[in-house]
Structures are given as C-alpha cells and as structure tokens.
C-alpha cells in the first residue's frame, strides 16, 4: 500500500504559508505565527530532529503528554505518525534529518 503522506498532505492542511523558514536541513519555527498554524500532521518518512535553539516548545505525538523540548535534544518522528509542536517563548530552531526508513 502506497502512502501518500507528508509534503502535499502538510500543504492541504498548512496551505502554501508554512509556520516555518528553512534553509538545508536548518528549520525555524515562528513564534509569531499563530497557535493554529501549528497543527497536527504526519510526515511521508522518517525524521531524526535535533533542537538547536528556542524556549518553551513542546512536542507531542498522538495519544502522548507533550514534553518540553530542551537545546541539544535529539529525537525520532517516525513515518506517518500525528504529532505536533506547542509554541514557546522565542523561534525554535532545529536541525531536521530526513531518514530512509
């Protein structure tokens, strides 16, 4: 069974103004987006993510407590798994690496 997950579903509930910029692997997320902007989704493959900068966030898959994310944190997104961030205090910049699955 092909999944059809990730960039087009994200741009359907996203639209085309993603609450974030990147540059390579390097996204930030904005804080002066608002709480809305940041919904739940699931990605098309798996994600290694490391929080480089930012206070405040939190993380949350389905059916889980959100957690605080903490500088130098380093954590999985599986494929095709709802999760979602809280807004924190300032941008959160995290370093995102795409996996093969």
């Known amino acids: ?4 997950w990730g960039y087009k579903v994200a741009e359907v509930i996203f639209g085309k103004d993603f609450p974030f910029t990147q540059e390579g692997e ?3 997320f904005h804080v002066n987006k608002h709480d809305s902007e940041y919904v739940w989704h699931r990605d098309n493959e798996p994600r290694e993510i490391e929080v480089l900068d930012g206070e405040g966030w939190q993380f949350q898959y389905e059916n889980c407590l959100p957690y605080h994310l903490q500088k130098g944190m380093i954590f999985d ?3 095709g798994e709802y999760h979602r961030l809280i807004k924190g205090y300032n941008n959160l910049k995290c370093r995102i690496i795409k996996k093969d699955g």
């Open 26 to 28: 390097i996204r930030e």
């Open 77 to 79: 997104v599986p494929e």
């Open 1 to 4: 069974m092909q999944r059809n």
